[in-house]
C-alpha cells in the first residue's frame, strides 16, 4: 500500500504537515480537502492518519504508484484505521465530487489512473490482515494485502491458491488481482483467482457497508469478478484455498536463448499450444541482456509435479540446447522470487516509467514473436534508454478457467491460451525520443498481435490495459450491457472510474 499515528484530523492542519509547511502549500489542498480534513469536530478512529504532499517522507508514509508513467496526483492522503472512516471517506468525496482512488499496492498499470488530477487517495494501507481457516479450507484477507504477504502464511498451513503470475510479489495487491479476474501460475488446476472468491465485504458509491456473495447481493458478486474495480472499495474478501500441490514442491527451469536461437524457440513454444498439462505453466520475456550482446529470450517453466516427468515436459527446450539452463527444486512460497533469474525484480522498480501494452491470444504466432524479438533488438540498439523494455508471453493451461461457464462471472475470456504483454521501460521525458519510439512499437505490435490472436476483435485483460482501449475490449461486448446496468445501480454517480472504467451508457 508509520509515521504519525494520533488522530490526526482532529489537529490543524500546519501540526499534520509539520512546522515547515507553507501557505502556498495549504492554499493548494483547496478549500473543501483543508476544511474537511481537519475539521475539529469530526471524530476520526484513533490511528486514522492524513498526509499531504510536501510533508516529510511524504513518500514512504503512503502508497505511491509503483510506475511514474501517466501517475494520479494527490493533494491529500487518507490512511484508515477503521472501516467507518474509509464510509466517511468515499461519502464526502461522492457528495461533494472530489475525485479519489482507493489504493492498496500501487501496482495499477493502465494510464486512465492518469486523469485522476489533484484528488484524494484513499489509502487502504491499514487493511492487512491475513486469516487462514484450516477446517473450512478458506483464507480471509484485507484490501491491502499483497501476493508476497500471503505465500509464507499459506504455505505453513499447507495451501496454496492461482497466484497473479507477477510481479513483484510485495507490491502486487491480492485483491488488485482478483478484481480483473486474476489470470496467473495454478489457473490450469484451479480456475482463476476470482473464480475462488467467495464473499467480500466492500464500501459502495454510496458509503454503505455491505456483505458481497452468491447468496448476497448476487447480481454485484457477478459483476466484483471480473469488472470490481468499477463499484465500490473492498475491505477484506474471503478465498477457497487448495492443499498443497505436489507437497508444495516445484521443480523450475529458466533458459536463456541468444539471438541466433530465437526463431527455433519460438517455433518450439508456438508448436506447444494447446498441448499443456493443468499443472505446466511457462512464461517468456524477451529482453536486453548486455552479456549476450542485445535482446535474449528468456523462459522460466514451474511444474508442481515428479522431477521425470518435469525432465520430459522441458525436453522440446533443452534440445535447443539453450545459452544458458538453470533447473532447481523449490517450495511453492519461494516460487516467484526463484523464477526468470529474479528478472521481475528489475522490471518492477518503483519510480521507474512504464508503459504497459497486451494483447490476449487464442493463437500463439511464432512470426509475430520472432518479428517482435528483433523490433526489440533494434529498439534497445536506437535507444539504450529503453533496455528495461521486455516482452512477456504468459503461456499457461486452461483447463480449470474453462470448466467455469462463461456466463458464471463477469471475466470475459476464458479460451485465452496467452497474454502478450508489450512492456515498455524508459528514462527521460515520457515525450522524447526514447518514450516515443518505445510506445510506436508497442502500439505496432499491438495491432500485429491482435490480427492474429484468434479472435474477431481486440480482447485483452483489463489488469493489463493500457487505458486507451475500447472498453468492449477489457470487458467483451456480450457483458457489456449487464455491467453498464450493475454501474448505474451501484455507482450512478461514476465515482469508480479512474482504472479501465465502465462507460455509463451501452452502446
Given amino acids: 500500500m508509520l509515521g504519525i499515528t494520533a488522530c490526526l484530523l482532529a489537529m490543524s492542519l500546519p501540526a499534520v504537515l509539520g512546522s515547515g509547511a507553507s501557505t502556498a502549500l495549504l492554499e493548494r489542498a483547496g478549500p473543501n480537502l483543508k476544511t474537511l480534513l481537519s475539521e475539529p469536530g469530526r471524530k476520526w478512529c484513533p490511528g486514522t492518519q492524513v498526509f499531504f504532499p510536501g510533508q516529510a517522507n511524504y513518500a514512504s508514509l503512503t502508497t505511491q504508484r509503483w510506475t511514474s508513467y501517466e501517475a ?61 481457516d484450516k477446517t473450512a479450507k478458506t483464507m480471509t484477507v484485507g484490501g491491502a494485502v499483497t501476493f508476497g504477504d500471503v505465500f509464507e502464511p499459506l504455505y505453513a ?17 491480492f485483491l488488485g488481482g482478483t ?37 448476497e447481493n448476487s447480481d454485484l458478486f457477478w459483476g466484483m469478478r471480473g469488472a470490481g474495480f468499477n463499484f465500490g472499495v473492498v475491505i477484506h474478501a474471503t478465498y477457497r484455498v487448495f492443499p498443497l ?18 526463431e527455433t524457440f519460438f517455433k518450439t513454444l508456438a508448436s506447444l499450444s494447446g498441448t499443456l498439462p493443468p499443472e505446466l505453466a511457462l512464461l517468456t520475456y524477451v529482453d536486453f541482456n548486455i552479456t549476450y550482446g542485445g535482446a535474449v529470450a528468456i523462459l522460466d517453466i514451474s511444474y508442481p509435479g515428479p522431477k521425470d516427468q518435469f525432465l520430459k515436459l522441458i525436453k522440446p527446450f533443452t534440445d535447443l540446447k539453450p545459452a544458458y539452463t538453470e533447473l532447481q527444486t523449490v517450495t511453492w512460497n519461494r516460487l516467484l522470487r526463484q523464477l526468470g ?64 461457464p462463461l456466463d458464471a462471472t463477469a471475466y470475459p475470456w476464458r479460451d485465452v491460451q496467452a497474454q502478450v504483454m508489450i512492456q515498455m521501460s524508459f528514462s527521460g521525458s515520457p515525450t522524447g525520443p526514447a518514450a516515443n519510439a518505445a510506445n510506436k512499437v ?56 479512474f482504472d479501465n472504467g465502465l462507460p455509463t451508457k451501452y452502446p
Avoid at 498451513?157 to 495487491?173: D, R, T, V
Fill in 245 to 262: 500441490t505436489n507437497g508444495g514442491e516445484v521443480q523450475v527451469a529458466d533458459f536463456i536463448f541468444n539471438k541466433e536461437q530465437n
Fill in 157 to 173: 498451513a499447507g495451501f496454496e491458491i492461482p497466484m497473479s503470475l507477477k510481479l513483484i510479489p510485495s507490491q502486487k495487491k
Fill in 72 to 132: 494520479p496526483s494527490y493533494l491529500a492522503s487518507v490512511k484508515p484505521s477503521c472501516v467507518q472512516d474509509v464510509q466517511t471517506i468515499v461519502k464526502l468525496c461522492s457528495d461533494l465530487n472530489i475525485p479519489f482512488l482507493a489504493t492498496g499496492g500501487g501496482h495499477g498499470y493502465s494510464t486512465s489512473f492518469g486523469k485522476l488530477k489533484n484528488g484524494l487517495e484513499l489509502d487502504l494501507g491499514g487493511f492487512k490482515q491475513i486469516s487462514i
Fill in 341 to 404: 533469474f529474479q528478472l521481475n525484480d528489475l522490471v518492477c522498480i518503483k519510480g521507474m516509467q512504464h508503459s504497459l501494452y497486451s494483447v490476449a491470444t487464442k493463437n500463439l504466432s511464432s512470426p509475430d514473436y520472432i518479428a517482435a524479438f528483433a523490433m526489440y533488438d533494434q529498439l534497445y540498439t536506437d535507444f539504450p534508454d529503453t533496455r528495461g523494455s521486455t516482452l512477456e508471453i504468459e503461456f499457461f493451461p486452461n483447463q480449470a478457467v474453462v470448466a467455469i
Fill in 179 to 215: 478484481l480483473g479476474g486474476g489470470v496467473g501460475r495454478y489457473q490450469g488446476l484451479h480456475g482463476l483467482i476470482s473464480d475462488n472468491l467467495l464473499t467480500m465485504q466492500m464500501v459502495t458509491a454510496a458509503g454503505k457497508l455491505i456483505n458481497v456473495s452468491a447468496t
Fill in 442 to 497: 508497442a502500439q505496432d505490435l499491438r495491432t500485429a498481435f491482435a490480427k492474429t490472436s484468434g479472435y474477431d476483435q481486440l480482447e485483452i485483460y483489463v489488469s493489463y490495459a493500457h487505458g486507451d482501449e475500447d472498453p468492449a475490449s477489457w470487458y467483451g461486448k456480450d457483458k457489456l450491457p449487464r455491467l453498464v446496468g450493475l454501474k448505474n445501480k451501484w455507482d450512478p454517480k461514476d465515482i469508480f472510474r
